[in-house]
């Protein structure tokens, strides 16, 4: 078992820190770079008109002036991101460093240029003729730009000028990601009262974990107060982003009508059919959460479930030493959970915690969240969390792990090759998750065990079947609302409200009406629709979970084969090539949701017997 393990991670060999020196001339270095690579890219506006229709004979020099300039911007992404992986990491532990806090959107605006200089290349590359494209691609150095230049081949036809192009990203900079700043400003300054004291935004939502309902009441109660504070200012915020998105929809509606999903569908990697199946079969299955959360409040020992009993750990019969896993206990738990798909992976954790790759340690003045990052060069992943031993701790540390891993078996890979959408990360992260459950639940010793695994799985379902469809309905709403013009704060809150009763009928006690404030997903300026993508992977990485007894010692190879696949295919490419089924059908996720089903059938099975002991106390 790892011993005295540090829980900060060393950076080092990278930057000493964000006051480096090395990082000053380094950015100035590739600030030079961008300007010759600009002056490299430009003689391709003047291609773009007759892209189509270039003649083979200048094939060979335009392929000669892609590669140099592929070449080019690789290098400096490599190097900007390094710097750009190092910054994020030192705000993380220490959200008040004033060097990287000044870095921040000096970086933003550096990759905004390199977007800029690109621009003519990309356009060129979405409207040149096939025939060329398709011996650009063959060639060794620029096979690896395969899967990116096709993908984006299919926004052709909502492509605008290069100028036009380039006058949206440098604008979006200060415009449209201006107010995501601002609302992450305002949610790390913003502070509750609850219960006469005074705490951050943090701290209020560690309460809400407390196995004391009236200290979560009061944190979800102070919580809320407190955004209703600033109302208007969110208010302002997401009819700013939604706003923004919309004009730039229309915009680039030029030669057909795009609808507001397409874009997120794009990046997403999914056709908008899988979207809908996937939806509409949740919504089919709802009752699935619903149980989830009635079970959930019988073990509680309440009539229904209030918003504030979610996030409640489980019932514990004087197991109160379960909540305090030492942080080398949960390594060595999940390096044990994983090695069981592959003793690889269960190695793999040891490193990350051994070459100090994982910062854990509850230190002051950290962000809230967690996350798992790289570095370009060397290709090293990073993990982000505050770890304070409780089993959702565990979970967390899992599901960042199970990204690590994905990350580390593309290693070898070229950086283009490794760029996989959101719907992919996550279902290798829910994976890892259920191979810590499923390992702990084996391992439980008596019913009371088995009730807190469970109740994980039936929290993961409340969430994730529900909670996050909620997320989806409002912002479905949301934008349809802006369309005819400013929408309200009241008026969010009425639309929020109708989005949870949507989906969780009468198994909530109350709707939480400040959602819409509360929660940070809505105010990401990067990505619109940023929720589905967990419930996608949720429900995906539990269908391929469910294959292992079907594929037996070959199935690690198909897992392996498929996560390296994920950042040169769509979603329906994957599934379509590893597992033969299709993700267009509702057929699909309904087995997934088949698969929850029967782990909420269990759990309440576990409330029945627990309720029966408890009451013979
Ligand atoms: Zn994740």
């Not at 000493?16 to 001339?25: A, F, L, Q, V």
């Not at 220490?94 to 621009?119: E, G, Y």
Request: charged share 25%.
């Amino acid at each position: 078992m790892p011993q005295n393990l540090l829980q900060t991670w060393d950076n080092k060999q990278f930057f000493r820190g964000s006051d480096d020196p090395k990082i000053t001339s380094g950015v100035a270095q590739i600030k030079r770079e961008i300007e010759a690579l600009t002056k490299l890219c430009e003689p391709f506006g003047d291609r773009i008109e007759n892209a189509d229709i270039i003649p083979a004979a200048d094939f060979v020099a335009v392929i000669q002036d892609v590669k140099a300039i592929h070449t080019q911007r690789s290098s400096i992404v490599e190097r900007l991101s390094n710097i750009q992986t190092f910054i994020s990491s030192v705000l993380s532990v220490d959200s008040q460093d004033n060097a990287a806090n000044t870095w921040l959107p000096t970086l933003q605006q550096i990759w905004a240029t390199l977007t800029q200089a690109m621009t003519p290349v990309d356009v060129f590359l979405a409207r040149a003729s096939d025939a060329f494209i398709d011996k650009l691609l063959a060639e060794p150095e620029l096979e690896e730009m395969s899967f990116s230049v096709r993908h984006d081949r299919c926004l052709k036809d909502q492509l605008l000028s290069v100028s036009e192009e380039k006058i949206i990203t440098g604008l979006a900079v200060t415009g449209l990601h201006g107010w995501g700043n601002l609302y992450d400003d305002l949610a790390g300054s913003l502070k509750c009262q609850i219960n006469g004291e005074t705490v951050g935004l943090a701290k209020a939502a560690n309460l809400m974990g407390s196995d004391q309902r009236s200290i979560r009441e009061s944190a979800w109660r102070g919580i809320n107060t407190a955004w209703q504070g600033r109302k208007e200012t969110v208010a302002t915020i997401l009819n700013a982003i939604n706003g923004w998105r919309l004009e730039e929809t229309k915009q680039r509606s030029h030669i057909r009508e795009l609808h507001y999903l397409d874009k997120s569908c794009h990046e997403s990697r999914i056709e908008r059919s899988t979207l809908t199946s996937l939806m509409d079969s949740t919504y089919k299955h709802r009752t699935v959460g619903q149980r989830a959360m009635n079970a959930m409040a019988k073990a509680l020992e309440l009539p229904k479930m209030a918003p504030w009993d979610v996030t409640a750990p489980a019932p514990n019969q004087g197991a109160a030493e379960a909540e305090n896993i030492p942080f080398e206990d949960a390594i060595a738990l999940i390096a044990k959970a994983f090695s069981r798909l592959t003793p690889a992976m269960g190695d793999f954790t040891i490193m990350m915690a051994e070459k100090g790759w994982i910062d854990a340690s509850p230190t002051p003045n950290r962000t809230t969240g967690a996350y798992c990052t790289k570095f370009a060069n060397p290709r090293e992943p990073r993990i982000f969390l505050t770890y304070e031993g409780s089993m959702s701790n565990v979970m967390t540390l899992a599901h960042e792990l199970g990204h690590a891993w994905h990350n580390w078996v593309m290693r070898d890979l070229p950086i283009m090759k490794t760029r996989y959408s959101m719907t992919l990360a996550e279902t290798a992260s829910i994976f890892a998750e259920t191979l810590v459950r499923d390992a702990l639940m084996q391992q439980a010793q008596n019913p009371a065990q088995q009730l807190e695994i469970a109740w994980q799985n039936a929290e993961s379902a409340a969430v994730l079947l529900l909670n996050i469809p909620a997320r989806f309905e409002f912002e479905k709403r949301l934008v349809e609302a802006r369309k005819d013009g400013f929408v309200i704060a009241d008026k969010l809150s009425v639309m929020m409200r109708e989005s949870w009763a949507y989906w969780f009928e009468d198994s909530l006690s109350e709707y939480d009406e400040m959602f819409w404030a509360s929660k940070l997903h809505f105010s990401i300026s990067q990505l619109g629709f940023y929720n589905y993508p967990y419930l996608f992977g949720y429900l995906f990485s539990l269908g391929i979970y469910a294959q292992q007894e079907k594929y037996g010692d070959q199935f690690n190879d198909l897992y392996t084969s498929l996560l390296r696949d994920t950042g040169t295919m769509t979603a329906e490419e994957v599934v379509q090539k590893h597992l033969g089924q299709d993700i267009r059908e509702m057929a699909f996720w309904e087995d997934s949701l088949g698969i929850v089903e029967d782990s909420i059938a269990q759990f309440e099975d576990l409330v029945e017997q627990h309720s029966r002991t408890a009451a013979l106390v």
